[in-house]
């Protein structure tokens, strides 16, 4: 009897503020994963986050659901399904900038945005190994790169394995002249992968090749 290995399942879930262009991410990212062997269901409620048996047949769940609320059992789903194994992935405000009243939550994502002084801005990035032989392999072999976007302030957990960082230069708010911020980090919650990058605030911005590429190795790595 040959044995044959199922795909994988992942689990899109948006909403919340249209500005982020949710829809529109949502659309460019499932055929990268649906190219990586991934069975992929879309969904725009949180809703799904009470069906646990679905949700525990998942490897990853992306959330693309800028602020809005949740429910205490919508929220407790996700955070048991993560808990027990299931892989989180997601970007810019659909991530952390998803649910501002929920601690526990943002405890699980490891950060939450508060500001993106100047608003749409050019910004550079920086990989943080300079030695690309021995980079994470979501980042491996990429380069600093720039961004015309919002350039992330976030309140972040000291506990991230951070991957990616962009400093401020205090043209818009000189107090924090000078302040490295975490861009891209990866995190586990209990059993589960958590993978995070702040960039993203509209469908053009992974137009930048390494956007989408750290964006796409950080979905595969979070999967179970």
């Not at 429910?71 to 808990?83: A, V």
């Not at 810019?92 to 009243?101: E, K, P, S, T, V």
């Amino acid at each position: 009897m040959t044995a044959f290995k199922t795909s994988k399942k992942a689990l899109f879930v948006w909403g919340g503020w249209e500005g982020h262009e949710p829809k529109q991410c949502v659309d460019l990212f499932v055929p990268i994963l649906e190219a990586e062997g991934f069975e992929v269901t879309i969904s725009d409620t949180l809703d799904t986050y009470l069906e646990t048996e679905f949700m525990q047949s998942q490897d990853l769940i992306v959330q693309v659901y800028t602020m809005s609320t949740i429910t205490n059992e919508q929220e407790r789903g996700l955070l048991e399904t993560i808990k027990a194994g299931t892989g989180f992935a997601g970007w810019h405000g659909g991530m952390a900038d998803a649910f501002r009243n929920n601690p526990e939550y943002q405890f699980m994502v490891g950060g939450q945005w508060v500001a993106h002084p100047g608003n749409i801005i050019d910004y550079t990035v920086n990989i943080s190994s300079s030695d690309p032989s021995s980079s994470d392999p979501i980042v491996a072999g990429l380069q600093d790169f720039v961004m015309h976007s919002e350039q992330y302030y976030m309140h972040v957990d000291p506990g991230n394995e951070v991957l990616a960082t962009t400093t401020f230069n205090g043209e818009h708010c000189e107090w924090i002249t000078g302040t490295v911020m975490p861009v891209v980090w990866k995190r586990r919650w209990c059993a589960g992968r958590v993978f995070y990058s702040s960039l993203g605030h509209v469908h053009s911005d992974f137009d930048v090749f390494e956007a989408r590429e750290i964006m796409r190795r950080g979905m595969l790595w979070a999967a179970r």
